[in-house]
């Protein structure tokens, strides 16, 4: 059975969000979560993998987990942010460690937000969706400005004196 024009274009449209989280069976209930509602995944073991893939794919949200052999979740958005490429998609923290600390020095590494484990679906799809609309309205809001600010060259231009249009004054 192939896939209608229309269900392709909804599924290239719906945004992909990556999962990264080094054990499997989080990554697997996650993944399926969200594919339920629609979007696409893709997931990584560590954080090594989780910027490569950041980089190649330009994931529009990231659920990252904290506690991760080599380099944990902090390290890895820290490098995230700090990169031209990455530095706009949204940091979902997704983590066991459910103190104070470690929520604020997740949102100070430049998470937008932060879910503890054991996750609850609605509660993961519920953020996801607010961060998403929250970045889709600041598209939105980068382009209306660049176009304001097209609009504002092209008139500055328009009112311009070019030197061919007074021969008189630029004697050659």
């Known amino acids: 059975m192939s896939p209608t024009a229309d269900g392709l274009a909804a599924t290239l449209m719906s945004p992909r969000i ?25 997931s990584a073991g560590n954080g090594v993998t989780a910027v ?14 904290v506690m991760m052999p080599d380099q944990d979740g902090f390290e890895t958005c820290a490098k995230l942010k700090s ?34 484990k054991p996750v609850h679906s609605e509660e993961v799809l519920a953020r996801v969706r607010v961060h998403l609309r929250i ?7 980068v382009r209306e400005n660049q176009a304001r600010l097209e609009e504002l060259h092209n008139a500055q231009q328009a009112i311009l004196v070019h030197p061919e249009d007074c021969p008189e004054a630029c004697p050659r």
């Open 18 to 42: 990556l999962i990264v989280d080094d054990i499997p069976v989080n990554v697997e209930l996650l993944d399926y979560v969200l594919r339920a509602e629609g979007f696409r995944t893709l």
């Open 52 to 65: 490569a893939l950041s980089r190649a794919n330009r994931p529009d949200l990231i659920l990252l987990d």
């Open 83 to 116: 990169d031209p490429l990455t530095a706009d998609i949204p940091i979902i923290f997704v983590s066991a460690m459910d103190d104070v600390e470690s929520k604020v020095r997740a949102l100070k590494a430049g998470g937008v937000d932060y879910v503890s």
């Open 135 to 141: 970045r889709e309205n600041n598209r939105a809001i």
